[in-house]
């Protein structure tokens, strides 16, 4: 053990490995105590957490004994490396490799030279300066023209800006990567809650609805807003509750949002709770 490795199981995966990930590539490492070949590498990847001194963090999973971290990340033989950035598998392999071809393998995973421009960006954004972001953002694009993750976050932060033909326009260069599928998709249900619930007042929209329960319309437009200003809960409530109105309603048009929540949701581990809750009260309407 040492200070860039650690045991992870399921109760801390999500900071030690999603969140953790966001920082700084994060190695998973499967491994159980009979495994002979995870013994043989567990000593390597140690090893070189040290030497690459917290630019990658390792963290090791008993799978004997996180059957569910195992099934969830589709575990199929011992030992068994994937590497999470952004919260999300990017590389994996299996068995004891070479320590030449594991160097090689965390070589590829490094940050970008504009990586702590970004970083600074995303500190600017939990200052609330949206807009020093995206000018350290687009430094770190011009600086780095490859780093997909920064371009994903100046589209994120163009939305909440209302700018949503600049975010449109970064997602459409991005085309079909399969890399940032899921992050792709949560932002282009984002779009669609900005093209839908933007600059709604939604104390008028409560009021309306106070003077008509029936106002379905009323109800759309709120919980669109609400999802925008990441009230999640009241907005799948509100989606919910326009389903059991009336689940025909406008081609559907409850049911379709609630389903773009869920992938928005989908992308960030922390709302797995809230997504499996709603999705078993959507299924238990319709059926």
Request: with cysteine; hydrophobic share 45%; net charge negative.
């Amino acid at each position: 053990m040492n200070a860039f490795s650690t045991e992870v199981g399921s109760a801390d995966f999500q900071e030690n490995v999603i969140a953790a990930s966001r920082r700084v590539p994060v190695l998973v490492d499967f491994w159980a105590e009979w495994c002979a070949p995870c013994r043989t590498l567990k000593p390597v990847l140690e090893k070189l957490a040290v030497e690459y001194g917290g630019r990658f963090r390792l963290a090791k999973v008993n799978s004997d004994q996180n059957h569910e971290l195992a099934s969830r990340y589709a575990v199929r033989g011992i030992p068994s490396v994937k590497a999470f950035i952004d919260g999300e598998v990017v590389r994996e392999f299996t068995g004891a490799l070479a320590e030449a071809q594991v160097r090689a393998f965390i070589d590829d995973l490094l940050p970008s030279p504009a990586e702590p421009l970004r970083i600074a960006a995303l500190e600017a954004r939990t200052r609330g300066d949206s807009e020093v972001a995206c000018s350290l953002l687009s430094d770190a694009l011009e600086l780095d023209p490859t780093h997909d993750t920064a371009r994903l976050d100046l589209a994120d932060i163009r939305i909440d800006l209302g700018d949503t033909d600049t975010a449109q326009n970064i997602l459409d260069t991005l085309g079909h990567s399969t890399r940032f599928a899921a992050r792709v998709a949560a932002l282009q249900a984002r779009l669609k809650l900005a093209a839908s619930g933007g600059g709604a007042d939604t104390a008028a929209l409560a009021s309306r609805i106070a003077a008509n329960a029936d106002d379905l319309d009323a109800r759309l437009r709120l919980a669109h807003a609400l999802a925008l200003a990441r009230d999640y809960r009241p907005a799948l409530e509100e989606l919910l509750s326009l389903v059991k109105r009336d689940r025909h309603w406008q081609d559907q048009a409850a049911r379709k949002a609630m389903l773009d929540l869920f992938t928005l949701l989908g992308s960030d581990g922390q709302y797995d709770d809230l997504v499996r809750e709603f999705r078993i009260a959507l299924a238990r309407t319709l059926n």
